[in-house]
């Protein structure tokens, strides 16, 4: 078995006095993309937040391509390569369209990614890119969101939320784009309401009940029952 890019062990989260997740064990591969999913409150945002150095974590609970990140600070894990593309897309509201992917690329990191390659991806935003980000759709606003994530290069990109609250016609371009996304060996994290739609794309899925670790499995392995017992915890 090759080393997993990211390898988590007995992560606990704690929002003061609450406790949000439990001794959580995670791994993604190279080239994977993983679905996580959970109801409302079962700590997924918090993991993304955890991994993205946006939490504390003691430095040996997450360990990225065999180095413990897990006490670094949100800039440096992001220097690394890992990107978040966080639930409620948090642009920078007075900046334009390009200015908001341009600040995706100041980790200064090379790669394959750039501002012609985000606009070939999504044409709407190259006609739109001098205006404040404030006066696009939610769904061109997540584009941005994707956009200002892959123009950091990243080797592991996580997306909270990806559809939601979205049109299904932009849900639909956004699952389409994912195939080029992910095509270049990048590494994935998928948080997803329509759990049919988080497994049609992953090859593994983690299910998250009250900051537990309740399933885990290959997407092709795991039944619609093993789902919502580990879902609803019946
Ligand atoms: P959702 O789908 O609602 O976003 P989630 O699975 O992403 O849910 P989290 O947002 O990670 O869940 O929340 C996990 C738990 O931590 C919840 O019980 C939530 O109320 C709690 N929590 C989240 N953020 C905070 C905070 N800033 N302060 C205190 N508790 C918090």
């Not at 849900?171 to 997803?192: D, F, H, K, N």
Request: aromatic share 6%; net charge neutral.
């Amino acid at each position: 078995m090759p080393e997993p890019v990211l390898d988590i062990r007995k992560l606990d989260a704690h929002y003061g006095d609450f406790q949000a997740l439990y001794g959580v064990d995670m791994t993604v591969e190279a080239g994977e993309v993983v679905a996580i999913i959970g109801a409302n409150g079962a700590g997924k945002t918090t993991l993304m937040r955890s991994i993205s150095g946006l939490m504390r974590n003691r430095a040996e609970q997450i360990t990225y391509r065999g180095r413990p990140i897990g006490a670094l600070r949100a800039d440096q894990i992001a220097g690394l390569g890992i990107a978040l593309v966080p639930e409620g897309r948090q642009l920078f509201q007075s900046l334009s369209v390009e200015e908001n992917l341009i600040i995706g690329g100041r980790t200064g990191r090379k790669g394959a990614w750039s501002l012609q390659r985000i606009y070939d991806l999504f044409p709407v935003l190259q006609e739109r890119r001098n205006v404040p980000s404030t006066s696009l759709s939610g769904g061109q606003q997540q584009m941005v969101a994707i956009g200002r994530a892959l123009m950091a290069n990243p080797d592991l990109v996580m997306f909270d939320e990806i559809s939601l609250g979205l049109a299904p016609v932009i849900i639909r371009q956004i699952y389409e784009s994912l195939p080029t996304i992910v095509g270049e060996g990048m590494s994935a994290m998928i948080v997803e309401q329509d759990i049919t739609k988080a497994l049609s794309v992953s090859s593994r899925v983690y299910c998250l009940q009250e900051g537990r670790v309740s399933l885990e499995g290959r997407t092709d392995n795991v039944s619609r029952e093993q789902i919502s017992a580990a879902y609803f915890g019946t």
